[in-house]
């Protein structure tokens, strides 16, 4: 007979190769799914057998496409992977993937995502120039929202989550994406919004200090700047206290997880095995 401790190793050993829920990955802006590849073999490393589906479309410079654009057609490969896996998936957002993917999940109402998890994501929305250099090398933050806050602006899926806190009257009245699916500005979808969130069994936000590429950082957890550039934080804006897609509920119910992890660069966040193995792998199962 197996001493009682023993078992127990057994079973941790087992558990260390056991497969995942299948994972839907969604990469970030400029990119594509090759730059995911490292974060699928380390998955499938650890836990051999897991399936894995690393999103193809909007590689390159096709994710700068509409964001929402992006959401509606990326929710039709999302419908046909739960359609596969009806008992449930883990879903990673990564970047501007992570931002998008929330918003893939705000759209499909039977989603069979049961943890979510948002990996150094303009969850709040983006405002620097250190980021923005990045693609639109001409363009300043102070005054990117002179073209970002315009009907042709709002083509560009960064135009779409640029969020300048010195311009929120034209960020609301020019953004078509960001304000929606924060439900800062009410919509026919806006219950739906929430409730799909609630769906989740666990929504994980990942970011830190070091980032250096999501400006304020902690946009990764929802905060955001003020117009005296201090960043509020999660439990003090607006979209908290005020439960608007559901995040208060979800931290009341232990089902929120919000993460902060120094030294790591934005391109480490899926290349690093450390950061791997420490705050992504734990919550998938």
Same mark, same amino acid.
């Given at each position: 007979?197996?001493?009682?401790?023993?078992?127990?190793?057994?079973? &941790? @050993?087992?558990?260390?190769?056991?497969?995942?829920?299948?994972? &839907?990955?969604?990469?970030?802006?400029?990119?594509?799914?090759?730059?995911?590849?490292?974060?699928?073999?380390?998955? *499938? *490393?650890?836990?051999? /057998?897991?399936?894995?589906?690393?999103?193809?479309? &909007?590689?390159?410079?096709?994710?700068?496409?509409?964001?929402?654009?992006?959401?509606?057609?990326?929710?039709?490969?999302?419908?046909?992977?739960?359609? +596969?896996?009806?008992?449930?998936? %883990?879903?990673?957002?990564?970047?501007?993937?992570?931002?998008?993917?929330?918003?893939?999940?705000?759209?499909?109402? #039977?989603?069979?995502?049961?943890?979510?998890?948002?990996?150094?994501?303009?969850?709040?929305?983006?405002?620097?120039?250190? &980021?923005?250099?990045?693609?639109?090398?001409?363009?300043?933050? @102070?005054?990117?929202?002179?073209?970002?806050?315009?009907?042709?602006? *709002?083509?560009?899926?960064?135009?779409?989550?640029? #969020?300048?806190?010195?311009?929120?009257?034209?960020?609301?009245?020019?953004?078509?994406?960001?304000?929606?699916?924060? %439900?800062?500005?009410?919509?026919?979808?806006?219950?739906?919004?929430?409730?799909?969130? +609630?769906?989740?069994?666990?929504?994980?936000?990942?970011?830190?200090?070091?980032?250096?590429?999501?400006?304020?950082?902690?946009?990764?957890?929802?905060?955001?700047?003020?117009?005296?550039?201090?960043?509020?934080?999660?439990?003090?804006?607006?979209?908290?206290?005020?439960?608007?897609?559901?995040? @208060?509920?979800?931290?009341?119910?232990?089902r929120l997880d919000v993460i902060e992890r120094p030294g790591v660069h934005h391109y480490q966040w899926?290349?690093? /095995?450390?950061?791997?193995?420490?705050?992504?792998?734990?919550?998938?199962?």
């Amino acid at each position: 007979m197996w001493p009682l401790v023993g078992i127990v190793v057994l079973c &941790f @050993k087992i558990c260390l190769v056991c497969a995942y829920r299948p994972v &839907f990955i969604y990469h970030g802006i400029l990119t594509g799914a090759p730059s995911m590849e490292h974060l699928v073999a380390r998955i *499938q *490393q650890l836990h051999p /057998d897991t399936v894995v589906y690393n999103f193809e479309r &909007f590689g390159g410079w096709s994710s700068l496409e509409n964001a929402w654009h992006q959401v509606l057609e990326a929710n039709s490969n999302l419908q046909a992977v739960c359609a +596969l896996h009806p008992d449930g998936i %883990n879903m990673i957002g990564y970047s501007q993937g992570g931002l998008l993917g929330r918003a893939v999940l705000q759209t499909y109402p #039977n989603h069979c995502v049961r943890t979510f998890i948002s990996l150094s994501s303009p969850q709040g929305g983006q405002f620097g120039d250190d &980021f923005l250099h990045l693609i639109f090398p001409s363009l300043v933050a @102070k005054t990117a929202y002179q073209l970002f806050y315009t009907y042709v602006g *709002q083509h560009t899926s960064v135009a779409n989550y640029w #969020n300048d806190p010195h311009h929120q009257d034209l960020f609301e009245e020019y953004s078509i994406f960001l304000p929606y699916v924060n %439900n800062r500005l009410l919509s026919a979808n806006s219950t739906q919004f929430r409730d799909t969130l +609630l769906r989740l069994e666990r929504l994980v936000l990942i970011g830190g200090p070091d980032d250096g590429v999501i400006t304020p950082w902690q946009s990764s957890h929802f905060s955001f700047y003020n117009e005296s550039y201090d960043v509020v934080p999660l439990q003090e804006t607006t979209l908290y206290t005020e439960d608007l897609i559901g995040l @208060k509920t979800l931290h009341d119910d232990g089902r929120l997880d919000v993460i902060e992890r120094p030294g790591v660069h934005h391109y480490q966040w899926h290349r690093s /095995d450390v950061v791997i193995d420490s705050v992504i792998l734990p919550y998938l199962d």
